[in-house]
């Protein structure tokens, strides 16, 4: 098994460019996820998926888009990328949480984006 | 407030040595788990233990164990016997409730093991 894959690792872009994050899990997790990590800042939640064809808003969700059209699929989208948005982006997924699940979130490597 | 805090930027540990990083948490959720993850230089992230609030041990895996106090709300890792490799950023992270739920990270603990 891959695990969760993430496509590119690395990407330059400028300001006002578009692009498209994709990642992918072969775990048949029902949830995924999009994280960002800054210096000093840990990660935080961008947007999160149940399922699917549905996704919801995280902690930090603003200038980005999503979408689960496959369930092994979760894509993450900058309309028109910003110098604030130069960060590390990592994708994550798992099983269906509840109060008592111990499952834990299984990360891809990282995408670095720089936006100029 | 933040949900989850790890007051210790940087800590430093001798090969072989024991060291704790410390990590509190602020919920008013009955039902909640805790969790430890590594990040070494390379960038991965690398899940390391788990504890939930109902559970009545505190949780261990191999050389990580996690002191739970509850009543302090703090879930601090334990590593036993530091290791070179131990060298990476550590990070504590929150689930909380019921239903669907996310993880809240902390801002992380970069711990530097010197022979």
């Known amino acids: 098994n891959a695990g969760v894959t993430q496509t590119p690792k690395f990407r330059v872009l400028k300001t006002g460019q578009s692009m498209t994050l994709l990642c992918a899990q072969d775990?048949?997790?029902?949830?995924m996820y999009w994280y960002r990590q800054d210096p000093g800042m840990g990660l935080r939640l961008i947007h999160y998926?149940?399922?699917?064809?549905?996704?919801a808003k995280g902690e930090v969700p603003d200038g980005y888009n999503v979408s689960r059209l496959k369930k092994q699929n979760f894509l993450l989208g900058l309309e028109s990328a910003a110098p604030s948005q130069t960060s590390v982006y990592f994708c994550?997924?798992?099983?269906?949480?509840?109060?008592?699940?111990?499952?834990?979130?299984?990360f891809g490597p990282g995408t670095r984006l720089t936006v100029t | 407030a933040q949900k989850i805090t790890q007051t210790q930027p940087g800590m430093f540990v001798q090969e072989k040595e024991a060291v704790t990083l410390d990590c509190t948490y602020d919920?008013?959720?009955?039902?909640?788990?805790l969790f430890w993850y590594k990040q070494p230089s390379s960038g991965e992230m690398i899940f390391l233990i788990y504890?939930?609030?109902?559970?009545?041990q505190n949780a261990t895996e191999g050389r990580y164990s996690l002191n739970f106090q509850k009543a302090r709300k703090s879930a601090n890792l334990v590593i036993s016997a530091s290791q070179l490799g131990d060298s990476a950023m550590y990070f504590c992270?929150?689930?909380?409730?019921?239903?669907?739920?996310?993880?809240?990270f902390g801002k992380g603990t970069m711990l530097l093991v010197s022979p």
């Open positions: 504890q939930g609030s109902y559970d009545e």
């Open positions: 992270a929150m689930r909380e409730g019921k239903g669907y739920s996310t993880l809240t």
């Open positions: 994550a997924s798992s099983y269906l949480l509840n109060y008592r699940s111990s499952y834990e979130q299984y």
């Open positions: 998926s149940v399922g699917e064809g549905t996704t």
């Open positions: 919920t008013s959720d009955q039902s909640y788990g």
């Open positions: 775990m048949n997790h029902e949830y």
